[in-house]
């Protein structure tokens, strides 16, 4: 298909009437007629208003102009080459491919990275228990023995190269090598002796290989530059070239008859006078039943030395001798040829680059003040020196008038300008309107014309265009086309209502979270499917994409293998109900009307600056609760009780008549500055402890090999294609209800459709419990048996599901 015939949505062109100077020039004039109606009746060319009114007319139709450039026109740099990663743009090779997600992909993958192998499998396991494992077989290349330790190795890097490559809610079953059938070729060929004939018996044998067992073909990129790239990038991005891969084809009886077809074609053969597959014992070829199941495929002997040649050459019927070396060898050259491009890695080069040209200078403009006649005294021509003061003061007096419409079109260029810094993923940026201010050079004598010099100006327009610039809105919607070039978006109004950040910085934060998500947007959706890998240590190069992507939209961390109840333990903080908070700590508790007769603390923006957790003691021994967890970071929750002298600082608790009494103080200036920097401490404390963990439920499957006895059919429906998404149930975020649909909806959108996930939520013991289980089963994982900690861990999130009632859904 070409790619000119693709559906596409049209591009939509400047306005036509823009571009019209007699129809500008017309619809002025109306204007001047219906608001001077009888004052002014002089339309005629040789008008002065008329005048002007045509000079505004063509500096309009070239602004006009400046916008129906091809986009790529305005994002060129210096170089004349586009910043794609700043804008992200990013060529086909990039943005198309994905990590493997289908058995064709694995295919594509184990055939590019594994040079050992001639052809693969890939299929879902035929195992009992339940679905969401992939067997794997391989059919070693000619130069690999099958009982060698260098196939041994192969099966180590192929589950390892898998492992690293392994989908959400999928699995290795069983690897392993797929059973060859030797087979030799026997038979009578007439040749025509047109070429030499231990050449033609090494085509002959060659094509013998690409029937009896064909490799997976690759051929470069730049073959497939006709076709769709949405078809040619499919899959992963195979270093050695696209890679085909044909359906399995199970052996049949059809073999022989292409094998006839295939030598008869080869050149320097004049005829197939018969043609078979024999076995060691001399029995012919006979087709297999049942081998779909991809276990057997025939392999071609050849033959090992002269007496063992079986295919007899005849030319003008006398027989011709030939030295199996001699056509071995050409044989070897000829297959290492064709399957060259496996055998080392070419230097890359982009197959679809993005576009060069000339920058456009979309800000370089020209007053229309140097179109006027000479006799206006404007522009490069000014006006005599000899003439009067008050005829020089009419000049500048119309230079002043005419340079209002000069900067708003000065402007709207600089505009144009401004857009490769607009649409672009820069951090920096802090206005979305651009202004430029005439020069003398642009247009003589009109600098002495600003108040403040031109400086003054450019500050005076910076200051007023700020105040009309909502940076935040257009800011967002400039981003919003970036990731909209790669299918996403990234909605945060929800998030306003849980953020603890107001104003300035909110919309600040919320710019730099979009920012990042668009940065990662692509890479995240070409492993959007991509889960970790069990054999390596879980961190931050070994987390799924799907819980990346979630923690990116709702401004979370993905804690893959770190505990969230770690950095408190490690603090020395120990955690307690609420109802006992008081008696552990230490502290007096506060009754609810004393709590109501105290003062809101202040805030201290000065405290800000200082390092979190520095500064005062802690008020509190080392003793939490649900309260402080949830409302320690508000200083909504102290309160300051008592006049100088004896201060008291108190803490309302959660769902209690009252509170308790924190420290006492000297002074209420004391008794701020404590609150202030103990808040700090415990939001600093809450945003490092909150993130949240995926478990994928068929990897706790005893069934699997290493993990014991299989389990009950109708107990399986826990392990196929779930996924438990694991939360703490503290900070003032995550207690929030509609934060926490919030959650269920962004699992919604971004979880693969056949995954099913349900989301926990574990208050602070639970999520201990959990942690340190999953860090043990993580732990004997990694070492291959997890059996006894997978079945704990599996019946932990079967009780806390029913515990807490949480419902799964199916997205």
């Given at each position: 298909?070409?790619?000119?015939?693709?559906?596409?949505?049209?591009?939509r062109?400047?306005?036509?009437?823009?571009?019209?100077?007699?129809?500008?020039?017309?619809a002025?004039?109306?204007?001047?007629?219906?608001?001077?109606?009888?004052?002014?009746?002089?339309?005629?060319?040789?008008?002065?208003?008329?005048?002007?009114?045509?000079?505004?007319?063509?500096?309009?139709?070239?602004?006009?102009?400046?916008?129906?450039?091809?986009?790529?026109d305005?994002?060129?740099?210096?170089?004349?080459?586009?910043?794609?990663?700043?804008?992200?743009?990013?060529?086909?090779?990039?943005?198309?491919?994905c990590?493997?997600?289908?058995?064709?992909?694995?295919?594509?993958?184990?055939a590019?990275?594994?040079?050992?192998?001639?052809?693969?499998?890939?299929?879902?396991s035929?195992?009992?228990?339940?679905?969401?494992?992939l067997?794997?077989?391989?059919?070693?290349?000619?130069?690999?023995?099958?009982?060698?330790?260098e196939?041994?190795?192969?099966?180590?890097?192929?589950?390892?190269?898998?492992?690293?490559?392994?989908n959400?809610?999928?699995?290795?079953?069983?690897?392993?090598?797929?059973e060859?059938?030797?087979?030799?070729?026997?038979?009578?060929?007439?040749?025509d002796?047109?070429?030499?004939?231990?050449?033609?018996?090494?085509?002959?044998?060659?094509?013998?290989?690409?029937?009896?067992?064909?490799?997976?073909?690759?051929?470069?990129?730049?073959?497939?530059?006709?076709e769709?790239?949405?078809?040619?990038?499919?899959?992963?991005?195979?270093?050695?070239?696209?890679?085909?891969?044909?359906?399995?084809?199970?052996?049949s009886?059809?073999?022989?008859?292409?094998?006839?077809?295939?030598?008869a074609?080869?050149?320097?053969?004049?005829?197939?006078?018969?043609?078979?597959?024999?076995?060691?014992?001399?029995q012919?070829?006979?087709?297999?039943?049942?081998?779909?199941?991809?276990?057997?495929?025939?392999?071609?002997?050849?033959?090992?030395?002269?007496?063992?040649?079986?295919l007899?050459?005849?030319?003008?019927?006398?027989?011709?001798?030939?030295?199996?070396?001699?056509?071995?060898?050409?044989?070897?050259?000829?297959?290492?040829?064709?399957?060259?491009?496996?055998?080392?890695?070419?230097?890359?080069?982009p197959?679809?680059?993005?576009?060069?040209?000339?920058?456009?200078?979309?800000?370089?403009?020209?007053?229309?003040?140097?179109?006027?006649?000479?006799?206006?005294?404007?522009?490069?021509?000014?006006?005599?020196?000899?003439?009067?003061?008050?005829?020089?003061?009419?000049?500048?007096q119309?230079?002043?008038?005419?340079?209002?419409?000069?900067?708003?079109?000065?402007?709207?260029?600089?505009?144009?300008?401004?857009?490769?810094?607009?649409?672009?993923?820069?951090?920096?940026?802090?206005?979305?309107?651009?202004?430029?201010?005439?020069?003398n050079?642009?247009?003589?004598?009109?600098?002495?014309?600003?108040?403040?010099?031109?400086?003054?100006?450019?500050?005076?327009?910076?200051?007023?265009?700020?105040?009309?610039?909502?940076?935040?809105?257009?800011?967002?919607?400039?981003?919003?086309?970036?990731?909209?070039?790669?299918?996403e978006?990234?909605?945060?109004?929800?998030?306003?209502?849980f953020?603890?950040?107001?104003?300035?910085?909110?919309?600040?934060?919320?710019?730099?979270?979009?920012?990042?998500?668009?940065?990662?947007?692509?890479?995240?959706?070409?492993?959007?499917?991509?889960?970790?890998?069990?054999?390596?240590?879980?961190?931050?190069?070994?987390?799924?994409?799907?819980?990346?992507?979630v923690?990116?939209?709702?401004?979370?961390?993905?804690?893959?293998?770190?505990?969230?109840?770690?950095?408190?333990?490690?603090?020395?903080?120990?955690?307690?109900?609420?109802?006992?908070?008081?008696?552990?700590?230490?502290?007096?508790?506060?009754?609810a009307?004393?709590?109501?007769?105290?003062?809101?603390?202040?805030?201290?923006?000065?405290?800000?600056?200082?390092?979190?957790?520095?500064?005062d003691?802690?008020?509190?021994?080392?003793?939490?609760?649900?309260?402080?967890?949830?409302g320690?970071?508000?200083l909504g929750?102290?309160?300051?009780?008592?006049d100088?002298?004896?201060?008291?600082?108190?803490?309302?608790?959660?769902?209690?008549?009252?509170?308790?009494?924190?420290?006492?103080?000297?002074?209420?200036?004391?008794?701020?500055?404590?609150?202030?920097?103990?808040?700090?401490?415990?939001?600093?404390?809450?945003?490092?402890?909150?993130?949240?963990?995926?478990?994928?439920?068929?990897?706790?499957?005893?069934?699997?090999p290493?993990?014991?006895?299989?389990?009950?059919?109708?107990?399986?429906?826990?392990?196929?294609?779930?996924?438990?998404?694991?939360?703490?149930?503290?900070?003032?975020?995550l207690?929030?209800?509609?934060?926490?649909?919030?959650?269920?909806?962004?699992?919604?959108?971004?979880?693969?459709?056949?995954?099913?996930?349900?989301?926990?939520?574990?208050?602070?013991?639970?999520?201990?419990?959990?942690?340190?289980?999953?860090?043990?089963?993580?732990?004997?994982?990694?070492?291959?048996?997890?059996?006894k900690?997978?079945?704990?861990?599996?019946?932990?999130?079967?009780?806390?599901a029913?515990k807490?009632?949480?419902?799964?859904?199916?997205?």
């Amino acid at each position: 298909m070409n790619p000119a015939d693709l559906p596409s949505i049209a591009r939509r062109r400047p306005d036509p009437a823009g571009l019209d100077f007699d129809g500008l020039r017309q619809a002025g004039i109306d204007q001047l007629q219906a608001l001077c109606g009888e004052v002014w009746t002089d339309y005629n060319l040789h008008d002065p208003g008329v005048t002007m009114l045509e000079q505004l007319c063509y500096g309009l139709t070239d602004v006009v102009y400046r916008t129906g450039f091809a986009t790529e026109d305005y994002l060129f740099g210096a170089d004349g080459r586009i910043d794609g990663p700043r804008h992200a743009l990013l060529p086909p090779e990039e943005a198309l491919p994905c990590r493997p997600m289908t058995p064709g992909d694995y295919r594509r993958l184990f055939a590019d990275q594994l040079p050992e192998i001639r052809n693969v499998w890939v299929a879902p396991s035929t195992q009992p228990g339940p679905p969401g494992r992939l067997d794997i077989h391989f059919l070693l290349a000619d130069d690999v023995e099958a009982g060698a330790d260098e196939a041994a190795e192969l099966m180590q890097k192929a589950a390892a190269l898998y492992l690293e490559h392994r989908n959400l809610g999928e699995d290795l079953g069983t690897i392993g090598l797929v059973e060859q059938v030797d087979y030799r070729l026997v038979g009578e060929i007439e040749i025509d002796g047109g070429r030499p004939v231990a050449e033609t018996l090494a085509d002959v044998f060659l094509a013998a290989l690409a029937i009896i067992s064909p490799p997976l073909a690759t051929r470069p990129y730049h073959e497939a530059a006709g076709e769709p790239p949405e078809l040619v990038f499919e899959g992963p991005l195979t270093r050695h070239g696209r890679i085909d891969v044909p359906d399995f084809r199970p052996w049949s009886a059809s073999i022989v008859s292409e094998l006839v077809r295939a030598v008869a074609g080869v050149a320097g053969v004049g005829r197939v006078v018969a043609l078979d597959l024999v076995d060691d014992q001399g029995q012919p070829y006979r087709p297999v039943d049942g081998d779909a199941a991809l276990r057997r495929m025939p392999r071609l002997r050849l033959p090992a030395g002269d007496d063992d040649q079986r295919l007899v050459l005849r030319l003008a019927g006398k027989m011709r001798n030939v030295p199996v070396a001699e056509f071995r060898d050409r044989l070897a050259r000829l297959a290492f040829a064709l399957d060259t491009r496996r055998h080392g890695c070419p230097p890359y080069e982009p197959e679809s680059p993005l576009p060069t040209g000339v920058p456009v200078e979309a800000n370089a403009y020209t007053s229309v003040q140097h179109h006027f006649p000479p006799v206006y005294g404007l522009g490069d021509y000014g006006v005599p020196a000899s003439a009067s003061p008050e005829r020089k003061a009419q000049a500048r007096q119309l230079q002043a008038y005419l340079a209002i419409f000069d900067q708003v079109m000065a402007n709207f260029m600089q505009g144009l300008a401004g857009l490769p810094d607009l649409y672009s993923l820069d951090e920096g940026l802090g206005r979305t309107y651009f202004q430029q201010v005439l020069g003398n050079r642009d247009l003589p004598g009109i600098e002495p014309l600003y108040k403040g010099g031109r400086q003054g100006v450019d500050a005076a327009l910076a200051a007023t265009l700020a105040e009309l610039d909502d940076f935040g809105g257009r800011r967002s919607r400039s981003l919003d086309v970036l990731l909209a070039l790669h299918g996403e978006k990234f909605t945060q109004e929800s998030l306003r209502n849980f953020a603890a950040l107001a104003g300035d910085a909110l919309e600040a934060a919320l710019l730099r979270d979009k920012i990042a998500f668009a940065r990662q947007a692509p890479e995240l959706n070409a492993r959007r499917m991509g889960a970790f890998n069990y054999r390596r240590p879980a961190g931050p190069d070994n987390v799924p994409a799907l819980a990346e992507k979630v923690g990116l939209l709702l401004g979370l961390d993905s804690h893959g293998g770190t505990r969230v109840s770690g950095l408190l333990k490690e603090q020395g903080w120990r955690y307690i109900a609420d109802r006992d908070f008081c008696r552990e700590a230490g502290l007096e508790a506060i009754p609810a009307s004393a709590l109501g007769g105290g003062d809101a603390v202040p805030h201290l923006p000065e405290l800000a600056e200082l390092p979190g957790g520095s500064g005062d003691e802690a008020p509190v021994p080392p003793v939490l609760c649900r309260s402080l967890l949830n409302g320690g970071g508000d200083l909504g929750n102290y309160r300051i009780v008592g006049d100088d002298g004896d201060v008291q600082l108190c803490f309302a608790l959660e769902g209690a008549e009252g509170g308790c009494l924190l420290s006492r103080h000297d002074s209420r200036a004391d008794a701020a500055r404590v609150a202030n920097r103990f808040a700090q401490r415990m939001a600093a404390l809450v945003h490092g402890s909150i993130g949240f963990h995926l478990v994928e439920h068929l990897l706790l499957y005893p069934g699997h090999p290493g993990n014991g006895q299989a389990v009950a059919a109708d107990r399986q429906e826990f392990y196929a294609f779930r996924i438990s998404a694991v939360f703490p149930a503290w900070s003032p975020r995550l207690d929030n209800p509609e934060f926490r649909k919030l959650v269920e909806e962004s699992f919604a959108l971004c979880c693969p459709a056949h995954l099913q996930v349900d989301v926990l939520w574990l208050d602070f013991d639970q999520m201990a419990i959990f942690e340190g289980l999953h860090g043990d089963w993580l732990a004997q994982k990694r070492e291959g048996d997890a059996d006894k900690a997978a079945r704990v861990l599996a019946l932990f999130l079967q009780r806390c599901a029913r515990k807490s009632g949480e419902r799964g859904r199916w997205i």
